[in-house]
């Protein structure tokens, strides 16, 4: 693990997770990155895509097609013809795409799947529940996972290097059988993984500057929580596709990051604005007790939730 050294005084990694929506523009991101990686701060980027992936089916005259699951959260249904397209725009387009960026901005950058060397893996859900015309219902054929293990040796050893990971689904699922498929796994949750497992700091950018108490309402925006009661505000006032950023934020604390924050990408210098305090900052204090997360209100265990995008992954 690459953690913060209290003693030396070192600042710890920082995870962070750009969106893959049209409304984010990752320029600032790569600016940021690319300054804080030539100072010294170790950084992984995370990012999603499902804007493209839509636009991939969609070539392949495929319909994408979209889920609930039982506790309210929307997520990509992944058959066998949408993992293919999956993967052709995740590993095979933006990830190269996006690493080319950042080494063009002089950032070292590797790019790698989630199958790449384990780095992220778990069992496979081929069955999810799912809740259609306001029934249960059991939906087979799915290729989606959730995230059990980070191969942070991996990354460490790229950190350690110089490097700096680009990273993006899918994750190395399970099958139980000792069968390993490339199955689609939800990227803000991905970048949580990986936040905890490097005890880094998270920065989960999006096209709004942090949760508001109002969703509509801009000048709402909850600024911190560092107690039970204000995540519960914070997780109270998380709509839509925030809940899933809040829900990734309060995994990434119970994992070991010390703080998430969630804030806009579309700023100037969004990262370095982030960690100085732009956003909504969640701290580790605010899970109560010894730091142990119980989950989370929203938290849905596998229930159609580790989808890639929610609704289309706004942000």
């Known amino acids: ?11 710890p990694p920082v995870v962070v997770k750009v969106g893959g929506a049209k409304a984010v523009d990752p320029a600032g991101a790569v600016g940021d990155v690319a300054h804080l990686a030539a100072n010294g701060r170790a950084v992984v980027v995370v990012h999603g895509g499902s804007t493209v992936v839509d636009e991939t089916l969609g070539r392949l ?25 999956f993967s052709m ?15 063009s901005a002089g950032v070292d950058a590797v790019g790698l799947s989630g199958v790449d060397g384990g780095l992220l893996a778990g069992p ?39 490097y700096t990971p680009v990273v993006s689904p899918p994750m190395a699922g399970d099958e139980g059988d000792g069968e390993v498929t490339a199955v689609n796994a939800d990227a803000d949750r991905a970048a949580a993984a990986v936040a905890g497992a490097l005890d880094a700091d998270l920065v989960l ?10 969703p509509d309402d801009p000048e709402t925006r909850i600024d911190a929580a560092a107690t039970p009661d204000e995540l519960a505000a ?4 998380a709509e839509g596709f925030m809940g899933k950023k809040v829900m990734a934020a309060r ?43 119980d989950g989370g209100a929203k938290e849905a265990d596998g229930d159609g939730a580790d989808a890639e995008a929610e609704g289309g992954e706004t942000v």
């Open 1 to 11: 693990m690459t953690g913060n050294d209290s003693e030396s005084g070192t600042e």
């Open 61 to 85: 005259g495929i319909e994408p097609e979209y889920v609930e699951s039982a506790s309210g959260v929307t997520g990509r249904f992944t058959d066998a013809e949408t993992m293919e397209a």
């Open 89 to 103: 725009a995740m590993a095979g387009k933006l990830n190269t795409e996006l690493t080319a960026r950042f080494r």
């Open 124 to 162: 496979r859900k081929s069955a999810v529940r799912v809740v259609e015309d306001g029934k249960r219902k059991i939906r087979r054929g799915d290729h989606s996972g959730r995230i059990e293990s980070v191969n942070a040796d991996l990354l460490a050893g790229l950190l350690a290097d110089g």
């Open 205 to 214: 950018l999006t096209d709004v500057s942090g949760v508001y108490a109002d």
């Open 234 to 237: 914070v997780e109270d006032a």
């Open 251 to 293: 995994e990434a604390l119970s994992g070991g990051s010390d703080r998430a924050v969630i804030a806009d990408a579309n700023v100037r210098d969004p990262v370095v604005a982030a960690l100085g305090g732009e956003g909504t900052t969640i701290e580790r204090s605010a899970l109560g007790g010894d730091g142990a997360a």
